[in-house]
């Protein structure tokens, strides 16, 4: 018999929450018979949420937490003073080894310092990148660092080439993935001092595939499977995606309206361009896992509806099943 | 009567040199009495181009240029080296006082490094900005700098924002422009050492309307009318900008060819379409201003068909007009 995945859900966490965090575990836990899910929260509000849903309550427990952390809250004080809070408790099941896996809609400043406090991270790992998946016309790419922490240095670069490359090899499945570092221009010589001293250490580096710069223009092309950055160009990649992906989108809508004759043509492509768009979206993947802990701390978009949870649980799986930071030790060990 | 506006065009830079760049100078010239153009390069070649077109000979004059610079050349040495170039013979016709400004299709980095080192820097101006209009759904905002000179420091971020407001208001007439500086979050304390330090800096300088920190995923919705930036950032944004237009564009498409009933619907809504997506192009809108130097130097896009360059030259009319650099004079000598 296969292993049990034990996953945390943040049951408090989002702005659709507990309504879509409960549902999204109700549903992971009836889809996968390896997935054992630990709801945590505050525990009548939980109750009464799971009377709507059948499920094998063998796999399913509340703990109880009395307190959230707000989005709001500055994250270091929410995370050191609310020891009772859902996201602290989920970083401590974690931390205990009770669980394998945590995934949270909540604060994504609590999370990323929740999991670097009470977590921790794998001995060398020097900072734990936050690695949201990102669509592209061809199928997705990892995008890695989009967390809080920025001014990286070159050997941090390295690290997340190695570990985005673990993970979308051992994930999500992509063969030899090809690592692109994101910069101003294809040539060697481009950039800015972290991006030229990174280079060369890419190149050097055997343990990944690395098929050099990376331009922003070619990112949504798909140009290459893992794009190594420093988190605020990371950001600014993520959410230009997500500003120029929506205003466009408003504004096609928008277009289609103008005239009857283009009111009637929208009514017949609408389906198909609903489809594509979705296929577009940033929130039809699961969350963004933190890399780099003593377990799987996975952050969702805090507008998380069922469907998002659901697949961040179910990847938990593939990450115990597959041994992510038991590789990750051995790249990260293999450098030092 | 009003007095000329000279301008030097480019006239073997881009991809669609000299039939376009040719086409857009002759455009300009008949369509505004003002303009007398200048168009630089191989005589012979030009002039064969010229025969297609009736226009006012007194105000096109034809300056030999026996070299061309291609876009892979090192900018620095080719700048040094080929002195017959169009490109230098363009700058230096600036820089001589015969001409006002200088519009080039050719390589960045050749007009990046000619107009520092041949037109030269206004005294004072510690960086001179490449400054593109990026297209957002309710209308255009000024994005600088997208240069090649990365790792800016605060006091020329400052500049960047004096400078762009004064383009803003004068050249594109944006009354009281709302100055954004690109940010990983809207707090204040958000950020990089850079933007960390640039923030009150901005906040503390009267001569512009700041409205604080923009995140990436509000720039296409409009958020400011002045994004300020250092460059490798700028290239970032203005990248993603085009690329993910592009790529969402390609998708849509095909996505519309995929059922008969799609197909239909395509060819209803096509011109309602093309039209929202051509106001969101790029392409759609003049060249980018280089700012801060002695003349006005515009770098269109080296894929530049006629209409942008016949937009980059009327663009100068307005620029000479209002008097620019007076104004960027006074506001950087204010400053100091």
Do not use: W
Request: glycine share 10%.
């Amino acid at each position: 018999m296969a292993e049990m995945v034990n996953v945390a859900v943040d049951a408090m966490g989002g702005d659709n929450a507990p309504m879509e965090t409960v549902k999204g575990a109700v549903e992971a836990v009836n889809e996968d018979k390896r997935i054992r899910v630990f709801l945590v929260g505050i525990e009548p509000v939980i109750r009464e949420e799971l009377k709507k849903y059948s499920y094998d309550e063998a796999r399913l427990e509340v703990v109880h937490a009395s307190e959230v952390i707000e989005t709001a809250e500055p994250p270091v004080m929410a995370i050191r003073r609310k020891k009772d809070s859902s996201i602290v408790k989920c970083m401590n099941l974690v931390k205990d080894g009770e669980c394998d896996a945590l995934v949270s809609a909540g604060s994504t400043g609590a999370v990323l310092v929740g999991g670097q406090v009470i977590v921790g991270r794998i001995k060398g790992v020097e900072r734990p990148p936050l690695a949201p998946i990102i669509p592209n016309v061809k199928g997705i790419s990892l995008l890695l660092d989009c967390g809080a922490n920025v001014d990286a240095r070159p050997s941090q670069l390295v690290q997340f080439a190695k570990m985005g490359s673990v993970y979308m090899e051992s994930v999500i499945g992509v063969k030899n993935p090809r690592v692109g570092l994101v910069n101003i221009g294809v040539e060697e010589e481009k950039g800015n001092a972290l991006t030229k001293e990174t280079y060369p250490l890419l190149q050097n580096c055997p343990e990944i595939n690395f098929i050099g710069n990376v331009e922003a223009r070619d990112i949504a092309a798909g140009a290459a499977d893992v794009l190594v950055c420093e988190a605020f160009v990371g950001n600014v990649v993520l959410k230009m995606l997500e500003g120029v992906s929506g205003a466009l989108v408003g504004k096609i809508k928008e277009g289609l309206r103008e005239s009857l004759r283009s009111k009637i043509g929208a009514l017949l492509v609408m389906p198909a361009l609903k489809k594509t768009l979705k296929g577009f979206s940033t929130e039809e993947y699961g969350g963004a896992p933190l890399l780099g802990l003593n377990g799987l701390v996975v952050k969702t978009h805090g507008s998380s509806k069922a469907i998002e949870i659901k697949n961040s649980i179910l990847q938990c799986i593939a990450f115990k099943e597959q041994k992510i930071n038991d590789k990750i030790r051995e790249k990260i060990v293999l450098e030092d």
